[in-house]
């Protein structure tokens, strides 16, 4: 039987202890509240050693590829456009240019835009065909463009379009698409480096005569812009040469 006294003493107390030979060392309060303060001071500093190392052998940042691409006003004047032009039976010289050059240390920009119009050779020649071409090119020299390429594929001027309407373009820059926006408006995006070149195409017609008089007279058919791609990739890959000077 357990006398009472043995009971008083209870469970032992879960003090950490320390092992010097075959002796069982308690220690003190005080020094172990010390020491588990060393250990996580320690292990701080430690910590802190690993991170500043990983960051120093981490890449350090790169600026974007600018591959030789620079805007200035000549930009617009060396896009010749030849195979659009042939495709579309257009004028060597359009009816009317605008182009801008926009810089900023972290974005320039280009603009060129051509219009042309003739008259069409069917309904009495009181019809004209319009054809407007867009040239863009947005050069990021501080940050690099690619995810927002991609993220923004479906992303139009005028809205969103649907996934089948977007064709991926193999062998032209970093990676391109062709956007068919309707039947008449048509675009094709080229990720080169750090440069995003944007070819646009739009047609369209109207009539030029008196409509009291001419009420026969029907609309010329255009054809799909989709027919233009084979021209428009042809330029495209030519633009993204022109534009970078060794």
Do not use: N
Not at 149 to 175: C, I, N, Q
């Amino acid at each position: 039987m357990i006398s009472e006294p043995e009971m008083a003493e209870g469970f032992a107390s879960r003090e950490s202890r320390e092992v010097e030979g075959d002796v069982v060392q308690q220690s003190p309060p005080g020094l172990r509240r010390r020491k588990s303060w060393l250990w996580a001071l320690g292990g701080a500093s430690v910590a802190s050693v690993l991170w500043g190392a990983g960051f120093l052998l981490s890449p350090s940042h790169q600026d974007p590829d600018l591959r030789g691409y620079r805007l200035d006003q000549k930009s617009c004047r060396s896009a010749r456009l030849a195979s659009l032009q042939k495709a579309l039976a257009l004028k060597s010289v359009p009816d009317s240019t605008e182009d801008e050059v926009l810089k900023h240390p972290a974005l320039d920009q280009l603009h060129c835009s051509l219009f042309f119009q003739r008259r069409s050779e069917v309904a009495g020649g009181h019809w004209a065909v319009t054809t407007a071409i867009g040239v863009s090119v947005a050069l990021h020299k501080k940050t690099d463009p690619r995810d927002e390429f991609e993220a923004d594929r479906r992303v139009t001027d005028s809205g969103v379009v649907s996934a089948d309407k977007v064709k991926r373009v193999a062998d032209l820059g970093d990676e391109a698409f062709l956007i068919a926006k309707d039947l008449e408006h048509t675009e094709l995006r080229v990720l080169d480096g750090a440069a995003v070149v944007k070819l646009t195409l739009a047609t369209g017609s109207y009539y030029d005569g008196d409509l009291a008089a001419d009420t026969a007279d029907a609309a010329p058919e255009l054809p799909d812009v989709s027919t233009y791609w084979p021209a428009m990739i042809s330029d495209a890959r030519e633009l993204t040469s022109v534009f970078r000077h060794p």
